[in-house]
Structure formats: C-alpha cells, structure tokens
C-alpha cells in the first residue's frame, strides 16, 4: 500500500514508486542537499532500497513518507513525512528533503503542513517531533513558520558522515495543531 495522495498549491504528495529513486539519487548526490542531514553517501541500489523500506514502513505502520511531487509533471523534488510512527506512544518523527533547485519556494512548507493535518487527524497522534542539524537555519525556519516549539539540543545525537553532529528537537502537540489550524487542505 501507499500514503493517500495530498493535492496543495502547485505540489502533490503521493506514494513514493520505483521509478522515484533516480530524482532522489540525484538531489541526493548534491553535496549542499546532504549538507545537515545524516543522509551518507548513497547508491541509486541504496536509494532503491530505502523507497522498498519506506513502502513496507507505510504496510506495517511504522512509517509514513510521501514523495513531494511538481502538480505540473508528478515528478519527484522533495520528500517528506514520518521516519517513525509510534501509535502506542502517541508520537510522530517528521523528516523532509528537497531538491536544490525547489528551495525557497514553500513546497516543504506545504507539504509539513498537510503532514501535521495527516497525524492529527488521526485519533493516535498527540505529538510530532523533528530533529534538525544545529546550523540548519532553513529547516529551522520551515518549523518555526509552522509554529513548532524548539525543545532543546541533543548534543553528539548522530554521527553524520564519521562524525557526531549536535541536533535540535521540534515539536507540536495536538493541542497546539489545533490552536493553530488555518483550513490546510484535505486529503484525495
């Protein structure tokens, strides 16, 4: 099975699908893309694999990815949703990657949003968290704009390419998601 597909402004978020994994090797062979992320060094075999991994994470409710799609020609720029799910413990891992050549546009905007409506409207969810590179000043902004609460900094939390990297804890309790909503766009 796949995500449900999300419509927004101009972007899609759907199922990712084999055919992804060379738009994502590409983006994901760019030095500046990889830069705070702990993505390594990846073969497109790699890349084909973690497509299967976030497939099958989708089946067994581990995981939620969606490919972020252009509406133009469904082709995959970006990712974004759930590294891990955990209904038992009411909490949701938000992770996000966008093509060069799409940032500074809103895509990922969008699409954290349509991925916080997708957990809080399930009965499960009380939290979404996101860990994010100290340094990282654009995915930093992208949670402050969605009126994420910065926690604290897990020092040494992941080692990135052979050396441990210092990471900051975002969240969003359910409360607050629903303090917060300004009518994002449903799902298809």
Known sequence: MIPPTIDLAGIRLRGLRPEDAVAWHTYLSDPLVIEFTSYPQMSLPAVQSMIERCRSGYDAGSSCKWAVATEA???????CGFNQL??????AELG????????????????VGACLDWAFEEPDFN???????????????????????????????????????????FSMLRREWEQTLRGRPTQT
Request: some cysteine.
């Open 73 to 79: 020609d469904d082709q995959l720029v970006g990712t």
């Open 86 to 91: 955990s209904r038992s413990q009411g909490w």
């Open 96 to 111: 996000y990657d966008l093509a060069r050549s799409h940032w500074g546009r809103g895509l990922i905007a969008q699409a």
């Open 127 to 169: 939290r979404v968290h996101a860990f994010v590179m100290v340094g990282n000043t654009r995915s930093e902004r992208v949670l402050d704009r969605a009126c994420f609460t910065r926690e604290g900094c897990l020092r040494s939390y992941r080692m990135c390419r052979g050396n441990p990297r210092d990471y900051w804890v």
